[in-house]
């Protein structure tokens, strides 16, 4: 089996920061080294729904939003 990402809602952050990824807003970290084969990435991805979900918080929240 060939894992090039781990799908997850992005809610256990002490889990996520344990396995070497970071969430913090000023720090993101979304790759690290594959466990199983460091000359590879093991890549952490918000699931869609999660995703959309917060999109829609972050609308709901700012009247403006502004995209870099």
């Known amino acids: 089996m060939n894992v090039l990402a ?3 809602d ?7 920061f344990a396995l070497g990824f970071c969430t913090q807003k000023d ?3 979304y ?3 594959h466990p199983c084969d460091p000359s ?7 699931d869609m729904v999660h995703l959309l979900k917060s999109l829609k918080e972050v609308f709901m929240k ?3 939003v502004r995209l870099r």
């Open 6 to 8: 781990i799908v997850c």
């Open 10 to 16: 992005m809610g256990n952050r002490g889990l996520l």
């Open 27 to 29: 720090n993101i970290v």
């Open 31 to 33: 790759c690290i080294p």
């Open 40 to 46: 590879r990435e093991l890549y952490c991805i918000p």
């Open 62 to 64: 700012n009247p403006e």
